[in-house]
């Protein structure tokens, strides 16, 4: 199966639940970039890990009273689905800092559960973020809902791009289709994305016991 698109695909270790040591180690291995969800689990390990040249993604929901942490300590938030989430971020986050590396999180599959705006909402909220001193938008994410259908998935994907592109032709300067994960990073890598957020197939199933 051909490639939708030739674009460089960044691998995103997702880091959370996993130990300092275990960032480390993989670090060591040649990765960089570590996406997390818990902010308090992450300022632990940024702490731990200070003396490392490391690059932090947040990529679970954004609570409003944890916007400012988040935007004084990551690099990028991959998880922006509404404009009051945007202003927080944007607001809170270092003049000493660049911008914020953003994504909105679109809900691709309308799931009631999964958070993310829906593809009718994207244009106007990216044009809200356009406008944030503090920000700078770089693309879109999509978590879909799980599926072993390779047709279904790409289809999912297909539709995420598709809507960067839009996106791109009306004048947003977009570079980043984060998308795929460990279990349907294959259908993503097809269908263009360009950073793959994978856990489990880089750190191992964790032992819930």
């Given at each position: 199966?051909?490639?939708?698109?030739k674009a460089p695909v960044a691998l995103l270790a997702v880091s959370?639940?996993?130990?300092?040591q275990a960032v480390r180690e993989a670090h060591a291995a040649?990765?960089?970039?570590?996406?997390?969800?818990?902010v308090q689990e992450a300022l632990g390990k940024m702490k731990e890990l200070s003396d490392l040249d490391l690059e932090w993604h947040f990529i679970g929901p954004?609570?409003?009273n944890k916007a400012r942490a988040i935007a004084e300590h990551f690099d990028w938030v991959h998880s922006v689905d509404r404009e009051k989430i945007a202003q927080k971020l944007s607001e809170a986050r270092p003049e000493n800092l660049p911008p914020l590396q953003v994504c909105i999180q679109v809900n691709i599959s309308g799931e009631d559960s999964k958070s993310g705006i829906a593809p009718a909402g994207v244009p106007n909220l990216a044009k809200i973020i356009g406008g944030l001193p503090n920000?700078?938008?770089r693309g879109l994410m999509a978590?879909?809902?799980?599926?072993r259908d390779e047709k279904l998935q790409?289809?999912?994907?297909s539709e995420l791009r598709k809507l960067k592109e839009q996106l791109c032709a009306s004048g947003f300067d977009l570079d980043t289709l984060s998308m795929g994960m460990s279990e349907d990073m294959e259908s993503a890598i097809l269908e263009g994305a360009t950073m793959v957020r994978v856990?489990?197939?880089i750190f191992g199933t964790r032992d819930r016991k």
């Open positions: 199966m051909e490639r939708a698109a959370k639940t996993w130990p300092a040649g990765q960089k970039a570590f996406g997390e969800s818990y954004v609570q409003g920000l700078r938008l978590i879909p809902e799980p599926t790409r289809a999912r994907f856990g489990s197939a």
